[in-house]
């Protein structure tokens, strides 16, 4: 019977210290466990990958939504086109190119003409510059983008306008003054007689004779205007007076006269003749 009791409770000891073991053994793996999750967060706290996060490869495929994804050239530089307009010339630069024209056997009276047809259409009267005399009237013009101003006068109802320039440096310093004119006359109303001239002056102060020495008659220029035949351009020259020391200065009477196929047209002098004409009788 005492046996019997002694192993019962040995048993149940045994059996205590079973359930005690197994009940730590639990405990263990489910903080082991705990443990684990707790640790898991940090990684999975990481940018999500292209399989978790597919809004992110729509993103990265839209280039509008990734602008980073697109390859950006630098745009092609532009460059002006190129133009073929040469630059404007200036009145008083074409008035002297076309003037030394009259210094050759073939002088550009066409382009002279049209000259006249800018003065006529741009040249401003300066109504201070006005001077009345006895049967005439003297004034200037001005014109615009120039250096140069014309000179008018009236006398008895002919006109004669100018474009009067001073230099000593004129074809290598052989001439002193050159002028350019218009003239013609007022017929009832009406521009009548025009001629037109270029003319380089000599330095008359100097001997003819040492500054022709080897020239018989040096041109001066040419006039145009009506001749019987037609338009004509008639050699302006000088020579040695008979005097040995003097100078003649006119027209030739060695050279012959050229036909010219654009002379004076008349527009010109009939716009210059109303434009001065208007203050004639002020």
């Given at each position: 019977?005492?046996?019997?009791?002694?192993?019962?409770?040995?048993?149940?000891?045994a059996?205590?210290?079973?359930?005690?073991?197994?009940?730590?053994?639990?405990?263990?793996?489910?903080?082991?466990?705990?443990?684990?999750?707790?640790?898991?967060?940090?990684?999975?706290?990481?940018?999500?990958?292209?399989?978790?996060?597919?809004?992110?490869?729509?993103?990265?495929?839209?280039?509008?939504?990734?602008?980073?994804?697109?390859?950006?050239?630098a745009?092609?530089?532009?460059?002006?086109?190129?133009?073929?307009?040469?630059?404007?010339?200036?009145?008083?630069?074409?008035?002297?190119?076309?003037?030394a024209?009259?210094?050759?056997?073939?002088?550009?009276?066409?382009?002279?003409?049209?000259?006249?047809?800018?003065?006529?259409?741009?040249?401003?009267?300066?109504?201070?510059?006005?001077?009345?005399?006895?049967?005439?009237?003297?004034?200037?013009?001005?014109?615009?983008?120039?250096?140069?101003?014309?000179?008018?006068?009236?006398?008895?109802?002919s006109?004669?306008?100018?474009?009067?320039?001073?230099?000593t440096?004129?074809?290598?310093?052989?001439?002193?003054?050159?002028?350019?004119?218009?003239?013609?006359?007022?017929?009832?109303?009406?521009?009548?007689a025009?001629?037109?001239?270029?003319?380089?002056?000599?330095?008359?102060?100097?001997?003819?004779?040492?500054?022709?020495?080897?020239?018989?008659e040096?041109?001066?220029?040419?006039?145009?205007?009506?001749?019987?035949?037609?338009?004509?351009?008639?050699?302006?020259?000088?020579?040695?007076?008979?005097?040995?020391?003097?100078?003649?200065?006119?027209?030739?009477?060695?050279?012959?006269k050229?036909?010219?196929?654009?002379?004076?047209?008349?527009?010109?002098?009939?716009?210059?003749?109303?434009?001065?004409?208007?203050?004639?009788?002020?």
């Amino acid at each position: 019977m005492g046996k019997n009791r002694a192993l019962g409770i040995a048993l149940a000891v045994a059996l205590a210290l079973m359930a005690w073991w197994l009940s730590r053994d639990t405990s263990n793996s489910s903080a082991h466990s705990s443990a684990s999750i707790a640790s898991e967060p940090a990684s999975s706290a990481s940018v999500p990958t292209r399989e978790s996060s597919p809004a992110v490869d729509d993103a990265r495929q839209d280039p509008e939504l990734d602008r980073s994804s697109e390859v950006v050239e630098a745009p092609a530089e532009v460059r002006p086109a190129a133009s073929d307009a040469s630059p404007v010339e200036s009145f008083d630069a074409r008035l002297d190119r076309t003037c030394a024209t009259f210094l050759t056997e073939s002088p550009d009276v066409a382009a002279l003409v049209r000259l006249w047809d800018e003065v006529a259409r741009d040249a401003q009267l300066e109504l201070g510059s006005l001077q009345r005399d006895a049967g005439s009237l003297s004034g200037r013009l001005v014109l615009p983008n120039s250096k140069l101003s014309a000179s008018f006068q009236i006398v008895n109802g002919s006109y004669r306008v100018s474009l009067d320039t001073n230099s000593t440096e004129m074809d290598g310093g052989n001439f002193v003054m050159r002028s350019v004119t218009l003239a013609f006359r007022d017929d009832g109303g009406l521009a009548a007689a025009g001629t037109t001239s270029v003319k380089f002056h000599p330095d008359t102060r100097k001997s003819a004779a040492a500054e022709l020495a080897n020239e018989p008659e040096r041109l001066l220029g040419w006039s145009v205007g009506m001749h019987e035949g037609g338009m004509k351009a008639t050699p302006i020259t000088a020579k040695v007076a008979e005097s040995g020391t003097g100078w003649i200065v006119g027209r030739s009477t060695t050279r012959p006269k050229i036909d010219v196929t654009s002379g004076v047209d008349g527009k010109a002098e009939q716009r210059l003749m109303d434009r001065i004409g208007a203050v004639k009788d002020r």
